[in-house]
């Protein structure tokens, strides 16, 4: 199968954009297959290179190669392998880290978290489902994967024709023990949320750790299993309290803590919104306060709800810190801009009647790369401000 674009399209794909819109191409030419390998053409003739076609989505091809190897096993071996590679030069010693971020790492639609040897698969792409099964061998077999849990939950899937489902495809037990920054994690790769755990956060929350002593108080908001609030206390805090509305991760959270001997770490299964209006009541105050929310908007026509949203939650934690603390605060929000996030972040302040410093200001960790090229890659900004 042969794509033909219009004149001009392949401007994006030549400075390293990975996707080709279906409004972009001008004619087939050969039989198409859906969810099958196509070559790339310019509206001139000129060879692009390769790329997986889908005939329901807007996102019509997932590119793959400029060059024109074949798009087999092989093929997807070496590119995780590249991906890894990539990241045991800059950290050798962790076992546990998001081993491919899709676009990212140059595997359209494929993210592989791995927690030691048991791995999370998240597929977005129907052409790269097709090679599912080559994933999981690549896994056993270059890997040693002891167990591959599918978490394909995703309503993207929807979006590629792809069914949503969840389960393990290789092995018989999706629990591992992780040890992330010296803090032991026991995840349940099947009942966690997204891939399993939330590994792009990784070094931010070890960040935490210079920033309490051991009489802080903190308050780490939509904890999920906690790691924030470990962070802090592997860094001696003990007053520490973590909160989040799902009772899995508050189960999970709690576990984690008393593994680490951090049985002291208060956690509470609440909504956080309600949590604010006890917080207030009982006059309440923090010296660090993490706000770590789900993504307000997976849009971008809700994106003013989402403000809303961001800005509540921002003045409600400003106003329960102490003068001169600090506020870890995080949009994964792909549709909310870092300039965004910054004029919320000053709209909050003002509401809570402080003044802010910006201190740090970071994306994600070292294994969730983004390509500048393709801003649909950014989502996650964190600043750690100073509230006074
Ligand atoms: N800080 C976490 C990741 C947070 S993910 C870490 O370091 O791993 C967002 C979390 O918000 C999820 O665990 C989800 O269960 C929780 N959540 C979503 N809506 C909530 C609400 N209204 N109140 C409390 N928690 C909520």
Same mark, same amino acid.
């Given at each position: 199968?042969?794509? *033909?674009?219009?004149?001009?399209? =392949?401007?994006?794909?030549?400075?390293?954009?990975?996707?080709?819109?279906?409004?972009?191409?001008?004619?087939?030419?050969?039989?198409?297959?859906?969810? $099958? #390998?196509?070559?790339?053409?310019?509206?001139?003739?000129?060879?692009?290179?390769? @790329?997986?076609?889908?005939?329901?989505?807007?996102?019509?091809?997932? *590119?793959?190669?400029?060059?024109?190897?074949?798009?087999?096993?092989?093929?997807?071996?070496?590119?995780?392998?590249?991906?890894?590679?990539? /990241?045991?030069?800059?950290?050798?010693?962790?076992?546990?880290? /998001?081993?491919?971020?899709?676009?990212?790492?140059?595997?359209? @639609?494929?993210? +592989?978290? %791995?927690?030691?040897?048991?791995?999370?698969?998240?597929?977005?792409?129907?052409?790269?489902?097709?090679? %599912?099964?080559?994933?999981? @061998?690549?896994?056993?077999?270059?890997?040693?994967?002891?167990?591959?849990?599918?978490?394909?939950?995703?309503e993207l899937r929807t979006l590629e024709g792809l069914e949503k489902k969840e389960g393990l495809l290789y092995g018989d037990n999706s629990v591992t023990e992780a040890d992330i920054d010296s803090v032991k994690y026991t995840i349940d790769v099947l009942k966690g949320q997204k891939s399993g755990f939330y590994l792009d956060q990784s070094f931010n929350r070890t960040k935490i750790r210079e920033y309490v002593s051991e009489n802080s108080r903190v308050l780490d908001l939509f904890c999920n299993e906690g790691g924030f609030a470990l962070n802090a206390a592997f860094a001696g805090c003990r007053d520490i309290t973590a909160v989040?509305?799902?009772?899995?991760? +508050?189960?999970?959270?709690?576990?984690?803590?008393?593994?680490?001997? *951090? &049985?002291? +770490?208060?956690?509470?299964?609440?909504? #956080?919104?309600?949590?604010?209006? /006890?917080?207030?009541?009982?006059?309440?105050?923090?010296?660090?306060? #993490?706000?770590?929310?789900?993504?307000?908007?997976?849009?971008?026509?809700? #994106?003013?709800?989402?403000?809303? $949203?961001?800005?509540?939650?921002?003045?409600?934690?400003?106003?329960? !810190?102490?003068?001169?603390?600090?506020?870890?605060?995080?949009?994964?929000?792909?549709? +909310?801009?870092? %300039?965004?996030?910054?004029?919320?972040?000053?709209?909050?302040?003002?509401?809570? @009647? /402080?003044?802010?410093?910006?201190?740090?200001?970071?994306?994600?960790?070292?294994?969730?790369?983004?390509?500048?090229?393709?801003? =649909?890659?950014?989502?996650?900004? &964190?600043?750690? !401000?100073?509230?006074?």
């Amino acid at each position: 199968m042969k794509i *033909f674009l219009k004149k001009n399209e =392949e401007r994006r794909i030549n400075i390293g954009h990975q996707w080709i819109f279906s409004n972009e191409i001008e004619r087939f030419e050969g039989e198409t297959s859906d969810g $099958g #390998v196509a070559e790339l053409f310019s509206s001139r003739n000129a060879y692009l290179g390769k @790329g997986l076609y889908n005939k329901h989505s807007l996102i019509a091809v997932r *590119f793959l190669t400029s060059g024109d190897e074949e798009i087999d096993r092989e093929f997807f071996r070496k590119r995780i392998k590249t991906a890894e590679q990539r /990241r045991m030069k800059i950290h050798p010693e962790r076992k546990s880290f /998001r081993l491919c971020n899709s676009e990212s790492d140059f595997l359209p @639609g494929l993210i +592989i978290d %791995k927690f030691n040897d048991v791995f999370s698969v998240q597929i977005f792409s129907k052409g790269t489902e097709a090679f %599912k099964d080559d994933i999981c @061998g690549i896994l056993a077999d270059d890997f040693g994967a002891k167990a591959i849990i599918e978490k394909n939950d995703n309503e993207l899937r929807t979006l590629e024709g792809l069914e949503k489902k969840e389960g393990l495809l290789y092995g018989d037990n999706s629990v591992t023990e992780a040890d992330i920054d010296s803090v032991k994690y026991t995840i349940d790769v099947l009942k966690g949320q997204k891939s399993g755990f939330y590994l792009d956060q990784s070094f931010n929350r070890t960040k935490i750790r210079e920033y309490v002593s051991e009489n802080s108080r903190v308050l780490d908001l939509f904890c999920n299993e906690g790691g924030f609030a470990l962070n802090a206390a592997f860094a001696g805090c003990r007053d520490i309290t973590a909160v989040d509305s799902s009772e899995h991760s +508050i189960a999970a959270a709690k576990n984690n803590a008393v593994s680490n001997g *951090f &049985g002291f +770490i208060n956690f509470e299964c609440a909504d #956080v919104f309600e949590y604010f209006d /006890r917080a207030f009541q009982s006059k309440e105050k923090y010296n660090v306060i #993490v706000l770590d929310p789900p993504s307000f908007t997976k849009s971008k026509k809700n #994106v003013p709800a989402a403000v809303k $949203g961001y800005i509540e939650l921002n003045y409600k934690a400003m106003r329960l !810190l102490h003068k001169n603390s600090y506020l870890f605060t995080y949009s994964c929000s792909h549709h +909310i801009s870092e %300039k965004q996030f910054e004029e919320i972040l000053v709209k909050s302040a003002e509401q809570a @009647g /402080r003044k802010i410093q910006i201190i740090d200001f970071a994306n994600c960790s070292y294994d969730h790369p983004v390509l500048p090229q393709m801003p =649909e890659t950014k989502y996650l900004k &964190g600043y750690i !401000l100073n509230i006074n």
